[in-house]
Nanobody, 126 residues
Framework: QVQLVESGGGLVQAGGSLRLSCVAS????????MAWFRQAAGKEREFVAA????????NYADSVKGRFTISRDNAKNTVYLQMNSLKPDDTAVYYC???????????????????WGQGTQVTVSS
């Protein structure tokens, strides 16, 4: 089992940037695909971005393509989400998630993320 702790959220003006981090416990971080999801108030949780075990495969929601970048450092047990050109619609609680599915070059289905962090709030003001 893996435990996930997110950080880096906060309040930013539209057009600004934030970088979220998620640190995982344990010594098997490289065996998990990692992803970011978000949930805005009154809405369902939605997929944002995913990265395969080795970092070779990436996937993004259409709403964040070209603005957000997911990356990972397996030596530091950490996954990042660099968010640029932020919009008020990006306001949400952002969650880090881990999956034992997929491989070095493939990603698991979005429904197969098993482990979740507690979330970090991102608020973008207009």
């Amino acid at each position: 089992q893996v435990q996930l702790v997110e950080s880096g959220g906060g309040l930013v003006q539209a057009g600004g940037s934030l970088r979220l981090s998620c640190v995982a416990s344990g010594r098997t971080f490289s065996t998990y695909a990692m992803a970011w999801f978000r949930q805005a108030a009154g809405k369902e949780r939605e997929f944002v971005a995913a990265i395969s075990r080795s970092g070779a495969s990436l996937n993004y929601a259409d709403s964040v393509k070209g603005r957000f970048t997911i990356s990972r450092d397996n030596a530091k047990n950490t996954v990042y989400l660099q968010m640029n050109s932020l919009k008020p619609d990006d306001t949400a609680v952002y969650y880090c998630a881990a999956s034992r599915g997929g491989g070095n070059y493939s990603l698991p289905p979005v429904s197969q993320y098993e482990y979740w962090g507690q979330g970090t709030q991102v608020t973008v003001s207009s």
